[in-house]
Structure formats: C-alpha cells, structure tokens
C-alpha cells in the first residue's frame, strides 16, 4: 500500500543550524505536501511539491522530490526554537480521491 | 484568513454512546475529509466527501461511522456506539482544487 515514512524519526539540533527531514512512498504520486504539528495541536500546511516538479522553496524551507526513488527530502535551513515540532509528508495517489497518506513523522527539537 | 474550524475541541464520552464531531470547512471549497490521529501515532485517513456523497473510505471507516453535511457550512462525523479505541485525534479537512488540504485544529475524543 501507499506509504510515506520519514526519517529520522527524531532529530535534535542546535538553533541555527539546518535540519533535514527525509520522506519515503511507494506508489506514484499527484503531489507530496509537508505538514507540520506542534504537540496535541492541528496540522499546518507548510508546502506541495507536484510530481513533475524537483524541488521548491518557501523563505527557510526548501522541498526536493526524487520521483525515480520515490522520495522527497525536507530542509529548514537557520532553526529556530520555535520549529520544534513534529513534521509530516502526505502523499496523494495518482487517480486516487485526493486523500493524503501521511507518514510516521519526524520529531524535531531544535535546542536554544 | 479562512481556516477550518473544529468544535468541539475535547470530547469525553462513555462508551457506547453517540458522538458527532462537527467541522466549518473553508467557504469556496469542495472536497471535506475526516482523518483521525491514535495519540503517538501517524494521521490515518477515514473519509472523503464530494457533490454531497462519500468519494472514499478507508477500513476503519465501519457502519459505526456516518458523515453528513447538513447544510451549506457544516460537515459532521458521527461515531454510533463508541469504543475505547475510537479515542483519538479527529481532524477534518478541506480543499478546493484536490490538492492543497487545509487543517482544522482537530477534537480531541477520549472514550471512557
């Protein structure tokens, strides 16, 4: 079946540094999108990535999608304190209903 | 700017009873979702709904669960009989093209 997974599944960094967040799945796409959720809080929309695209930026974040190897990675350069949280990729199918796929997530802490 | 909104934010209910979580997706948009979030664990898909009829359903979404969109603003889920294992983080979400979902914070639902 279709599946996003992440890793690392926690990733701890100082502030300042650049944290890189890496996405798995299996089947072919539409889009890949990121998300990002503070602990016991909603799922924000960071950035969709479509399938004939490589990469994309949004001011710190920069997106690549490999879809040769079926992966995406996540880069958020100059971290902040407050980029801790967790982060997902979603995917959707190609021909699916537009239903997202999310991954296990990775848990970034960025300490101060 | 428009954001889906969820209420409640924290439901406990016994086992066995009725619940309805209720969902304000954005205005313009077309696509309504359900997902739902086993603490500690990945986004899980339930249900997509479209022209006024599921799209989609995934496993866990049984004869214990039932959408509506009562009217022009609402989307509700309802959960029949509850279990201890429907305690969890329900989300809805929307979009306007299929592509792009936009969150809203979730409910909490603890069974007991």
């Known amino acids: 079946s279709q599946q996003g997974e992440e890793d690392p599944q926690a990733l701890s960094i100082q502030e300042g540094e650049n944290a890189t967040m890496n996405c798995s799945y299996k089947?072919?796409?539409?889009?890949l999108q990121w998300y990002r959720q503070n602990s016991g809080r909603g799922l924000v929309h960071l950035i969709l990535?479509?399938?004939?695209?490589r990469e994309k930026h949004s001011g710190r974040l920069r997106v690549t999608l490999d879809t040769s190897k079926k992966s995406s990675s996540l880069l958020i350069t100059a971290s902040r304190a407050a980029d801790t949280a967790s982060y997902f990729c979603?995917?959707?199918?190609?021909?699916?209903?537009?239903?997202?796929?999310f991954g296990q997530g990775t848990r970034l802490t960025i300490n101060p | 700017e428009p954001e889906v909104t969820q209420t409640p934010s924290h439901q406990v209910t016994q086992m066995g009873q009725e619940v309805i979580l209720r969902c304000v997706p954005i205005?313009?948009?077309?696509?309504f979702y359900w997902y739902r979030q086993i603490l500690g664990q990945k986004v899980e898909f339930l249900v997509s709904?479209?022209?006024?009829?599921?799209?989609?359903k995934s496993e866990i979404f049984d004869d214990q669960f039932s959408v509506e969109r009562p009217d022009g603003s609402n989307f509700t889920l309802k959960i029949r009989s509850t279990k201890l294992e429907d305690s969890a983080m329900y989300f809805c979400?929307?979009?306007?093209?299929?592509?792009?979902?936009?969150f809203g914070q979730g409910t909490r639902l603890t069974v007991v």
């Open positions: 979603a995917t959707d199918a190609l021909g699916g209903a537009q239903k997202l796929v």
């Open positions: 089947t072919s796409i539409n889009n």
């Open positions: 990535i479509r399938s004939n695209e």
């Open positions: 205005s313009n948009h077309l696509y």
């Open positions: 709904f479209y022209n006024n009829e599921i799209s989609e």
């Open positions: 979400a929307s979009n306007s093209n299929g592509w792009e979902a936009f």
